[in-house]
């Protein structure tokens, strides 16, 4: 079992660097293949309408992709609202294991993703075949996993949560019940210190959420002490005991529109910040800062390499394509149906 605060090791910020420094360069390829003469906006919203299509944005997209989408929010709830409609097409403004969920719950529907390289370093830090192994080593647990993991690793589960139900999920189970929870290090321990559970936790984590620096935070609270620090549980430990508050991403958000400080310090992904804008246009957001600042890294470099061209090529030519074996949805369903059965009966 992790202790209460994970180090980070220097061959994983050295691995870190080298997937981002991967993704920049894709999106500079893309902006070099922009073609200007084509109005993405009003292209994607006539192919839309041609095609029956949805389009889902999750919270981290650049605000021009958020702003054409017909829902936006966390990856679960946005693949729910695509399920519940009878379009025949859902393209996914998202990362690749989101656009995997949304063909789990919408088996018969064509699911795109503008850019195939769109990975995310949390799901990576969680391969099946050691996850397995980590299963194996850990007989008798509950194996429960956050959506933010690839599909092989959702085959191995037997209940999905999300950061916004992790914690009534895991107490819904009896007291005396095992758990093994994965992938994330910090949701998990965040998860084992509310619960007091059993748990025992996989050693993995998001490359945006370990980058943020405690001290640059508090800098800016000194600058604004009337600011309300607000982060996601996915986020170190030390960051997290400074925080006025800890949710999901849509929690962080629904907490800015209920909550009457007028500045907030936000530790996430600041394509939210879209968002609370949006809604609460009087008040002031400020992202949380890196620990290096010259890096940029408080941005997921896999969301941004949609853009808004990739969406107009996804949507014209019907490719990339999420396309999964039968079967392996079929397994990968289980455990996504056992935490709606969990989250109906507790009224979540
Ligand atoms: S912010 Fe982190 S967890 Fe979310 S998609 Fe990017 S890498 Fe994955």
């Known amino acids: 079992m992790l202790g209460s605060y994970p180090i980070i090791k220097d061959g994983v910020r050295d691995k870190r660097k080298q997937q981002r420094a991967k993704a920049l360069l894709l999106m500079n390829k893309e902006l070099m293949e922009k073609n200007d003469k084509i109005d993405y906006v009003s292209e994607i919203k006539r192919l839309k309408q041609k095609k029956n299509a949805v389009i889902l944005a999750h919270y981290y997209q650049t605000g021009d992709i958020q702003d054409i989408a017909d829902f936006i929010g966390d990856s679960l709830a946005l693949s729910q609202k695509a399920a519940s409609t009878d379009a025949g097409i859902i393209l996914f403004a998202g990362v690749r294991f989101m656009a995997e969920t949304a063909k789990i719950l919408s088996p018969d529907k064509k699911v795109l993703i503008p850019d195939m390289n769109a990975g995310c370093s949390l799901a990576d830090s969680c391969n099946a075949e050691d996850f397995k192994k980590f299963i194996d080593k850990n007989p008798g647990r509950t194996i429960v996993t956050y959506v933010n993991t690839n599909i092989d690793v959702k085959v191995l589960s037997d209940i999905i949560c999300t950061s916004s139900n992790a914690i009534p999920i895991i107490e819904s189970l009896p007291s005396d019940e095992k758990i093994l929870f994965g992938p994330d290090r910090n949701l998990g321990n965040y998860i084992l210190n509310k619960t007091g559970?059993?748990?025992?936790?996989?050693?993995?984590?998001?490359?945006?959420?370990?980058?943020?620096?405690?001290?640059?935070?508090?800098?800016?609270?000194?600058?604004?002490?009337?600011?309300?620090?607000?982060?996601?549980?996915?986020?170190?430990?030390?960051?997290?005991?400074?925080?006025?508050?800890?949710?999901?991403?849509?929690?962080?958000?629904?907490?800015?529109?209920?909550?009457?400080?007028?500045?907030?310090?936000?530790?996430?992904?600041?394509?939210?910040?879209?968002?609370?804008?949006?809604?609460?246009?009087?008040?002031?957001?400020?992202?949380?800062?890196?620990k290096d600042s010259t890096c940029g890294c408080n941005e997921c470099s896999f969301m941004k390499l949609i853009t808004l061209g990739k969406i107009y090529k996804c949507l014209r030519d019907e490719e990339p394509e999420i396309r999964i074996d039968a079967e392996i949805l079929k397994k990968a369903r289980k455990p996504i149906m056992r935490m709606m059965e969990i989250s109906e009966k507790s009224g979540l």
Request: glycine share 6%; net charge negative.
């Open 197 to 290: 559970r059993d748990i025992v936790i996989w050693d993995g984590a998001c490359h945006v959420h370990e980058e943020f620096s405690l001290e640059a935070i508090l800098k800016i609270k000194g600058e604004n002490p009337e600011a309300k620090i607000i982060v996601h549980p996915e986020c170190e430990l030390p960051v997290r005991m400074v925080a006025d508050f800890i949710g999901s991403t849509s929690a962080l958000l629904k907490f800015t529109k209920k909550d009457d400080a007028e500045i907030y310090i936000v530790g996430t992904e600041p394509g939210i910040i879209h968002q609370m804008k949006k809604e609460n246009p009087g008040k002031k957001y400020i992202p949380a800062p890196p």
